[in-house]
């Protein structure tokens, strides 16, 4: 082979290095870019993923059922004694015609008047509330979870309802025998605080 042969493989050698590198090269770019798109598009799906988890749970929590039975609205108009021939749809009531005033939120030792008991729903309070004689250790228990809220909450007797117990907020009520502490606390925590204050209501 003569020198300008070699020299000829030569410059063809280092072309096919070149040519070789530069196709690693594309390949690797390639191959980076392609990881990244696989990256990208997982992001995206864990992010898509989370939001819709958020979205789900975030609609769980709004409208996941409220202990206690519903009780359709009666209203909430303002009046200074109880209609003649309405009748409230619960007993207690859970809403309907009431009185301007209410009673002090904590611990009565007498049966509060419906007229001015609705009005504490209506402000968002929770009535526990208890039919019973010589139930002491029951009532102690009532008093020890009331006391644990500063407002909207009350505790008083309701004579002639048919059960031991009966939890009453707007529109909801739960009525039972058996003392149960976390049926009760849930209850006070899902209705508590929440006004129901019809728009251009009284």
């Known amino acids: 082979m003569t020198a300008r042969a070699q020299m000829v493989d030569a410059r063809m050698e280092k ?21 990244h798109r696989v990256r990208r598009v997982a992001a995206r799906g864990v992010a898509i993923l989370f939001v819709a988890g958020l979205v789900a ?16 609205s ?28 209410m009673a ?5 030792e007498r049966p509060i008047p419906k007229l001015l ?4 729903l209506e402000d968002g309070g ?14 102690s228990k009532l008093k020890d979870i009331v006391r644990r809220y500063p407002d909207k909450v009350i505790l008083a007797p309701y004579p002639g309802m048919k059960t031991r117990i009966a939890l009453a907020a707007w529109s909801y009520i739960d009525a039972f025998d058996e003392f149960d502490e976390q049926r ?19």
Request: contains cysteine; aromatic residues 8%; hydrophobic residues 30%.
């Open 15 to 35: 072309r096919e290095r070149r040519r070789a590198a530069r196709e690693s090269r594309q390949a690797e770019r390639a191959r980076q870019t392609r990881k």
């Open 57 to 72: 749970g975030l609609g769980w929590w709004v409208f996941r059922p409220k202990p206690g039975t519903y009780v359709p």
């Open 74 to 101: 009666q209203g909430n108009a303002h009046v200074t004694s109880e209609p003649v021939g309405f009748r409230y749809a619960s007993d207690p009531p859970t809403s309907g015609p009431h009185a301007a005033g």
């Open 104 to 108: 002090a939120w904590g611990i009565h």
């Open 117 to 120: 008991q609705i009005h504490n």
């Open 126 to 139: 929770v009535l526990v509330q208890y039919n019973c004689t010589d139930c002491d250790e029951l009532v």
């Open 184 to 202: 009760i606390l849930k209850f006070i925590q899902a209705h508590r605080g929440i006004d129901h204050h019809q728009r251009g209501g009284s």
